[in-house]
């Protein structure tokens, strides 16, 4: 606050020197506090702000003042915020980028190491102290390492990206490093298709938009009650309904199919996935019955039967009569094969007849067969679980061409895979205390298909009424 020295009552006032006087230079540096705090409370240096509330304090408190003697002042003070506006504070240090390497077939964390220009020193040291640093020993093409350097240049931090999900960043620490997973969690939304069955499910699902594994999973799911290889006729039909994933706006992958219908020759099986009272997901029909059966109805989707069971068949290439006890699946080389229900792999091996093969035990009576594999991907004495792969389809052993032969024995019988499954246990059924829960749970797909069913209806409708071409 500026203070002004009054004039004694009867005294003569003494002239002052040419200027400013003694209390305009205080007034001044009163003047310059208040510019500060102004500056400090308008952060923008608004000279303007800066000056209204300079002269607000002058009109205030220097009414006494004449206006030859104010405006020198707020002059200066105008000077003082102006040169207060021109001083920039030092911007800070620019953080360090990452840099992002891209794991190629090939690559090895020690190989990514060096490219980004660490040595093996690092990478001992964040393997062995992060809490999840084995994990970085698994790294596969496609994802990413991306290194963050200290000021004098050493290693600060690792970013593992396994996917658009999920990632784990390692950061430097006193002693090693630790580490911190990040998930991230996809926006679902709904989506549906509509196929009719020109010559295979594959061909009819790619026309419709759907990826290959949505249609495979879908082929699974039903696989319990339609054999894709013998089943399907022209004009058979699938609505289904599905999850899509979008990350930042965009679609990222497919999701889990929600409900799926198939009508096969007039005859319709529905499937809705429905997670019970336990927190198990399956899948069930209408009235709860679970579309996992025992045993699949095929062991390899899409394909075609190039022999069937037949006892007294001449065999292709010893030219001798000799039992064909199962079913040849002609399919490309490479094609997934699947364990036909849950079980323990007894055999896994290779012989000059059989090529690679894999030999399943299901509980005490069952027994499936799997030939000519191109390549094995379980080992003797393992778990499977069904549909799970086991191998791929190939033409090792006495084989004329890629194909599988499969060969399904009942207490050590061979019977044929393509009618045994009428005599199987029945698939179970949700019990009845469930099923209000589940009823009200898969009433929507419900309602979603039958629409979807309508409209397929419709839209094979002539605006006159008549029924169009199949």
């Known amino acids: 606050m500026i203070t002004h020295k009054k004039t004694p009552r009867g005294a003569t006032p003494i002239a002052e020197r040419q200027g400013i006087s003694h209390h305009h230079i205080l007034a001044v540096a009163g003047l310059s506090a208040l510019v500060a705090i102004a500056a400090i409370i308008t952060p923008s240096g608004d000279v303007n702000a800066t000056r209204s509330v300079s002269e607000a304090v002058l009109v205030e408190e220097n009414d006494t003042l004449p206006s030859t003697e104010v405006a020198p002042i707020i002059e200066a003070a105008q000077a003082v915020a102006t040169v207060d506006d021109l001083t920039e504070e030092p911007s800070p240090p620019a953080s360090q980028p990452w840099e992002e390497f891209i794991v190629r077939s090939g690559d090895n964390l020690s190989l990514l190491f060096k490219r980004a220009g660490f040595g093996t020193a690092d990478v001992y040291q964040i393997v062995h102290t992060a ?8 790294i596969y093409p496609g994802q990413s390492l991306a290194f963050l350097r200290d000021e004098s240049g050493g290693l600060a931090a690792v ?48 026309e419709a938009g759907l990826s290959s594994n949505l249609i ?23 609505e289904i309904l599905y999850e899509e994933l979008y990350l930042d706006g965009e679609k990222y992958e497919d999701g889990k199919v929600v409900a799926a219908s198939y009508t096969n020759r007039g005859e319709r099986f529905d499937a809705y996935r429905y997670i019970d009272s336990k927190g198990m997901t399956s899948y069930y029909n209408e009235d709860g019955v679970s579309m996992r059966k025992a045993f699949l109805m095929a062991p390899v989707d899409f394909t075609r039967i ?79 679980v069904q549909s799970q792969v ?25 019977r ?30 419900s309602t979603q298909l039958a629409q979807l069913r309508e409209e397929r209806r419709l839209a094979s409708v002539t605006p006159s009424g008549d029924i169009g071409a199949p």
């Open 306 to 384: 190039s022999s069937g069971f037949n006892p007294r068949r001449r065999h292709p290439i010893y030219k001798t009569v000799r039992p064909h006890n199962g079913t040849d699946y002609a399919a490309p080389r490479g094609t997934p094969v699947f364990s036909a229900g849950d079980g323990r792999v007894v055999e896994a091996g290779y012989s000059r007849a059989n090529g690679n093969y894999v030999f399943i035990q299901h509980g005490d009576r069952y027994v499936t067969k799997y030939l000519h594999l191109n390549k094995r991907k379980v080992k003797s004495g393992q778990r499977v």
């Open 216 to 238: 495979m999973e879908a082929a699974i799911i039903l696989g319990g009650v339609i054999d894709f290889v013998m089943d399907p006729r022209k004009g058979d039909t699938m």
């Open 159 to 206: 970013r593992h990206t396994i996917n658009g999900l999920q990632s784990v960043v390692y950061r430097r620490m006193d002693g090693g490093f630790s580490s911190e997973r990040a998930i991230r969690e996809p926006e679902q939304r709904l989506s549906w298709a509509t196929v009719e069955i020109e010559s295979s499910l594959f061909l009819a699902g790619r």
């Open 416 to 445: 044929n895979p393509r009618t045994i499954h009428k005599s199987l246990p029945k698939a179970k059924s949700l019990p009845q205390e469930e099923m209000p829960r589940f009823r009200v749970a898969i009433a929507d797909a």
């Open 131 to 138: 809490p999840q640093g084995r994990d970085l020993e698994r």
């Open 390 to 414: 086991i191998g791929t389809v190939g033409s090792t052993g006495a084989a004329t061409g890629p194909h599988l032969h499969y060969e399904f024995l009942v207490g050590g019988v061979h």
